[in-house]
């Protein structure tokens, strides 16, 4: 049987990958005595490997695909297919950033004041071109961890990777620039990604995956509407998706069915109300494919 | 920008009330690092604050709104407007009791066999009030907590909330009266609520927050069925709310969409599916506004 | 009030079915003072009682009905009516298999090698009766637990229950025979399943049971599809049960909803996308009744 | 090199033993990946077993010696050397006791009280022996444990082991009579028991496990006097053991060192400093051998 | 038997003053289903008490004794004695303090700048007693708990029991003013106290108290030292009591056994290496009574 | 006050570096707020920083002294004094070994074996001067961790850290060879080495954790002797240090206190008691300097 050799990043991805799999239809099972974890499809084998080694071993072979971070695939310059972008991360359904961070009460305030100092990070290629392009020199130290708390003892600044800034703003360091925007990828070896087979299941794959990042954020809306309000009620409604409407056996009345976004749902509401929906519901959702 | 200043309550309040904003659309994050959380709403700034000083920070206007205990407005006697009940509490979506009660081998059976004794309570006022009601004279003693065990060494009766009276049993305590029903309750600081636009936001926020615990105890059917059988089907629902009958591909069948307490799907479905509904399918909801 | 005593399975089942029960619609609850549980349906009174003893007392009608193994209602050949397979075990919706094991690196490859020689096992009945079966003579000797330890020091084979087979691999067994697959089932006490009311309440219970199960491994599944693309769409979805469409406002287009396994949903989902359905929606389920 | 099969009771005992054999000076590591434990002297060989299980392996010469406790020597009527009682138990350093127990309520009050009743039990050999020696015919069932919830539900009486009666009281049960005395106790397989070598090990073996224990309820005691001071002082200390009396430099006063019970410290340290000791230090020990 | 009824502080001081009565001889043990615990002295009878309430129960004679802050008898006004000072609180061997704190950024810099503002409290008589001492005005509110975070938004000010300040550090608050020191005090009823056999009994309790207390923070030294060297090593070690010295077999050299400050250890270690004293070697106490 | 910049290593060394200090006598506390620990010596300012990086930062002036593995000082080649050799590691008082490992039914036997292999390690430069030193050639790859589970799928062999090989006989690895012994180090910048005050501190601080090392694994043995048995008791004990031997009040009777390792005290005691020694009592240490 033919079988895709799929990287699974392995530390602070790990967790959200694991969950979003499952809701794709796919159990990942770690087992405490291996780290090969299980897969419940015979057309899959997985492999747990750091979000910083992917690319690399999906470049030479080893693995035919594998889910790791952007910022990765160039700190490694893997020449590896990027097929999707999996706008996910450890805490948020969201993209993050390295960022160049001082010291709160530091002078520095643009990246020509590193001029000469020290900068502490895990991304020591990216940070070294980012200082080429604005043509700065300064000594780039490769951190093993916890970069954040190396300032200012033992570096000037840091390139650190942020979601929401607030690890960063507990250590009372400032953001002096965005160095790169990255989100995870699902990557391809590039001859993998040429047979037929292997790409029809990435694609595949990539489909599920996706759905079930659009349901994430999204819930249905379910409510009933006499058809003199229906104009007003459909105004209400976001134009991201053509809602569903059906007939009712009462024919003065229309069943809406739509999918909005969660976050939304508390300011459409009140408005449905005003607008003479009726019996108005919400329910959760696995999976979104429009 | 406008912004509604909000407590929310601490303690034992507080993981009901955090999941229920989230289950509404409003995320509370608690950073660990400070008491004043976060909510993704800029129109809204949040603050821990204790439900028993909730209603009296609220009256001097420290903050618009709150969300604390009917009991504690009473015991404080703060002069602030009460826009809705919520009907949760710490276990369960009900109201709780403020009870007299003493151990259970007392020979006490009523409050007038309180005379002369002494009464330990966190609600010194309500406490006092009852007992001027019933003519009675005790001495009410301000107890910090754990006010179940402090019968019969420390005092001959308590007067303490109770939502199952399991704790009660537990320590072998006898109701005698019931002092005080209670439920929590949004509170709004009375000239916040003369404001148009603070008013209106706390009304949509009551819509929302009511809307998810509408739906907490309740559950969407769906389920296809004959027109001959349509009648009968219909007996068998609660009549709560007309159910959407939508009509199918098939002329002779329609499709049935309602919802009900989830307490009642165990006694409907066996007579549903006697009543020769087919394809019942109970589906979960987020919220509901009918 | 008529009232149904049920044993409810306490140890490796306790997990897994007081869920079932919660999903199925009744709340039972565990308190730490005693062992007999509540229940908040006033005609079911819940007793803890371990798997291996519930059929025996079943059977004398210290219980009306109890949930408990197929095997130990073999093992301890109690007369008692097994109304209904419940398929769900600890960790999965699965049927168990006790297993005839041996070290991964010994010579027994079959039954007949277990000719005089010592087998630990929790089902000695069962053992016996198997070896009685092939006629092969052994000793078998009761295992108060942790049984696929004691080869090779204290035992030649052991007969242990599985699931997956994962515990047995970790202990480097091998299994060399299937002696009984067992799953969970219901039983009722004769006597008591001859009295109607008892018959009835233990009926639905069952049906509501079974529909918790049921709706655990399926999702329902929401489409739009135009009436050309109709049949293409209908050939793709499992023949399982006929899927509801219902008529949209605009008469060109269907909807059509539909119940199916949570694990085939990722081959079917691109399929459906590739036969022109629209507007994907895959939702939870919580009871499903045919 | 010799080796000594030694098994170490699983379950309740286990911590405690663990803990025991580390304080002698052996250090047994438990592996998540085998029940097979590490013991850091290449003379033992280590095995956990299930204390109800052990006597029957220790006869059978699968083991050398074991720890077990007495009941389970009896139960089993295994034949065994018990070389010595270790005094320890779950919580406490104290022996147990299995105890016939009824409902708090029950009117049964002799054993004479259960003839034709149903008693449940895990010791059914011991219990039915007792039964005989009272002439007393009743019913004995086997029970899988969780025995002090069957009554009275499911048994009439329970022979249940207890420590210090709280499980006991804690289910609102009676003891009626005592039906075995049990400690921890060291056995050996008689044909073992009589190889020079084994013996020698296992005598080693029990006399640090014995100083460990001890030690534990004991702790060192030493004080400064003067001369004329000695009598009174020797006078207060328990006559268990000579304490040791060491000349200081300063002629009139001596240095005495004793070993006491921890449990009359509080009791003798204020008469010693009524006798004018000075400098009373209390220190910890980890073995006694006297 | 005579008894002495014994207030033991619930919440934050629990833990140390269980931790405490172990070291000192008593063993108290909290059950899961009681707030009554039990201690293995039968003539002593405990009552968990929040420390708030001990000196209000101790003055009724509800209790005989009580262990609380002094904090708490002087807040309470109660007519108790203050048998002993025990210095322990919840982190360390210390006092606390109570102080006065404002926002780290805050004008107020003076007890007379709070003139008209609003000062949150637990201890409401305390402050106002100390607002008057300083003929300041100001309103104090009664705080229900987490007072260093209300203010700024809902006090100007707080009165705070710190240990160590660093809460109040975190919370960006500086100290203004110390309003009172406080330690843990052993109270007594005064009727009691009068009683010969229940104040031995107290006094023997506080003994051993003391005894644990100051053993927590010493160790012992043991070194053997040539009598030419004495005087230098003996000149080395602290006078805060004379060593022991006693002679040894080989009459040259003595052994000196001494009582130090753990803390002190590390400076006097190497003084004493160079002194030339040998064999030095620091081991652990229990108690100590000088 | 002149102050010492102490590294303190973060991560696998952590727990124990900081058990270490406290035993030593000096206390380290982590805030959770800030990853700069407070330390209770006013002349000693500590930072938290990864052992792999420690070297680096001591070489630069950043630290003055570090904690850290010899292997880390060899990888990064910094210019670093090793003052002294620190026998504990993450799990016990011992030595680590870097071991170059293959799995174990590869056909590698030795180092040369790995001729044009791939070699996975977080130590490449060791790794690649330890092939360069048998005139292998190989390519050896920075691993981020987690190595010992990259063979065979990522890479033909590793070269990894090891206590007991546990780990490595987990993934089932077999080991080839030893790369490098290290032990824990203290290390200090040369400039600061050279400066009394700091060198003394450093070398007092190094006493205190020697001192703390040495009495983990051993213990006090005080016993009783008659005169005439002196001689045999003495020829028991090791001769590591001669015991310290005092006069008793009984002229005919020594007290004999010695230290000595743990791990011979159960081959030793039944050794004294043969030899009629007397009330042997072992005590534990905190320290020890002899």
């Known amino acids: ?5 799929l990287g699974i990043p392995k530390g602070s991805l790990q967790v959200a990958t694991l969950e979003l799999f499952a809701r794709a239809g796919w159990k990942i099972t770690l087992s405490s005595r291996s780290y090969v974890p299980t897969i419940d499809d015979p057309e899959i084998e997985c492999l747990m490997v750091r979000a910083q080694e992917m690319a690399r071993y999906v470049e030479t072979g080893a693995l035919d695909a594998g889910i790791t971070g ?22 948020r359904l969201a993209r993050v950033r390295w960022v160049l961070a001082v010291p709160e009460d530091s002078a520095m305030r643009d990246v020509r004041d590193l001029e000469g100092k020290t900068i502490a990070t895990e991304v020591v290629q990216i940070t070294e071109k980012y200082l080429a392009r604005h043509a700065v020199k300064a000594r780039v130290e490769f951190s093993w961890g916890a970069t954040e708390v190396k300032v200012p003892q033992l570096a000037d600044a840091i390139v650190e990777v942020t979601e929401t800034g607030s690890s960063l703003r507990a250590n009372r360091l400032r953001i002096v620039d965005t160095v790169l925007e990255s ?46 309000d229906l104009a007003a009620v459909l105004g209400v409604l976001p134009a991201l998706k053509k809602p569903t409407i059906s007939a009712l056996s009462d024919p003065d009345w229309v069943a809406v069915n739509t999918i909005i976004e969660e976050a939304v749902v508390r300011q ?13 519901v919400e329910y959760p959702l696995n999976k979104i494919v429009l």
Chains 1, 2, 3, 4, 5, 6 share one sequence.
């Open 268 to 280: 459409i509401l009140p408005k449905l109300k005003a607008a003479k929906a009726q019996g108005i």
């Open 70 to 91: 952007h910022d990765w695939v160039v700190e490694t310059g893997a020449a590896v297919d990027e097929l999707s972008e999996l706008v996910y991360a450890k805490q």
């Open 183 to 228: 989100a995870t990828v699902f990557i391809m070896n590039r001859v993998a990604a040429a047979e037929p087979w292997k790409r029809e299941k990435a694609e595949n794959l990539i489909l599920m995956l996706q759905g079930a990042i659009a349901a994430a954020s999204k819930v249905g809306l379910l409510l009933n509407v006499h058809r003199d």
């Open 1 to 5: 049987m033919s079988c895709l050799k």
